[in-house]
């Protein structure tokens, strides 16, 4: 009931295409869904997040979708750049005691210039 | 990076020694984590703190110990290091107080190879 799933493992779009990427939950109590991204050498850095009360949430290129019935949700990158080009982690958390998050096994993506 | 420090950032050890990585942060936050990152598992939890000398296991605990003595520091050894422990491990904290978010922020890593 912890596991956070994600796919695909690697992911290679051109230039100015959509990059999508898929996560999905088992615990309904999680109610805290970040992504972060993950260039080499460096930390995770928290891209974008989503709490369940909406369905989607746009910053920019990057969108969350949220499907909370199928406890899915999704990252867009719209227009994709080569300097999107990095690993990308979503995770699950319940706000409320030990704020722990589950993270899903990344996404390896690279924009083709 | 939400003041975080990482200490070593890079370690060579030899099996059966022990090892301490430190993370510092500057800004007295209550909770503290420690992940390893391994290609294939993403992030995975170790030991997290919610207090000074209040300290948790994660969920791939065994073989490492944690303290954490001051607010700003979090201590995660290796009692005595396996080859299966080579990674890069990162600390983590999430902001509380004015600050109050759900949020972790991670320190640049430490990479640790056990030989």
């Known amino acids: 009931q912890q596991q956070v799933k994600q796919s695909p493992q690697s992911l290679i779009v051109q230039k100015g295409g959509i990059s999508i990427i898929n996560c999905a939950y088992e615990?309904?109590?999680?109610?805290?869904f970040p992504w972060y991204q993950q260039f080499p050498g460096k930390g995770p850095a928290l891209l974008i997040a989503?709490?369940?009360?909406?369905s989607e949430k746009k910053e920019g290129r990057f969108t969350i979708s949220f499907n909370k019935s199928a406890k899915q949700f999704s990252l867009h990158i719209m227009d994709s750049q080569p300097g999107d080009s990095a690993t990308y982690f979503c995770?699950?958390?319940?706000?409320?005691?030990?704020?722990?998050?589950?993270f899903g096994t990344g996404t390896r993506l690279k924009v083709l210039a | 990076d939400a003041g975080i420090t990482q200490s070593p950032r890079h370690k060579v050890t030899e099996t059966g020694t022990p090892v301490t990585l430190r993370c510092h942060q500057t800004?007295?936050?209550?909770?503290m984590y420690w992940y390893r990152q391994d290609p294939g598992h993403g992030l995975r939890l170790i030991h997290y703190?919610?207090?000074?000398?209040?300290?948790d296991k994660g969920e791939v605990s065994d073989g490492y110990s944690v303290s954490r003595s001051k607010t700003e520091d979090f201590l995660l050894t290796l009692e005595s290091a396996t080859s299966s422990q080579t990674s890069v491990y990162f600390c983590?904290?999430?902001?509380?107080?004015?600050?109050?978010?759900?949020?972790?922020?991670f320190g640049p890593g430490t990479r640790l190879t056990v030989l």
């Open positions: 995770a699950a958390s319940k706000t409320s005691g030990t704020y722990k998050y589950i």
């Open positions: 615990n309904t109590a999680f109610d805290y």
């Open positions: 989503i709490r369940p009360d909406v």
């Open positions: 800004e007295n936050h209550r909770y």
């Open positions: 703190s919610y207090g000074v000398k209040d300290t």
């Open positions: 983590a904290i999430k902001l509380g107080g004015t600050a109050n978010t759900d949020t972790q922020y």
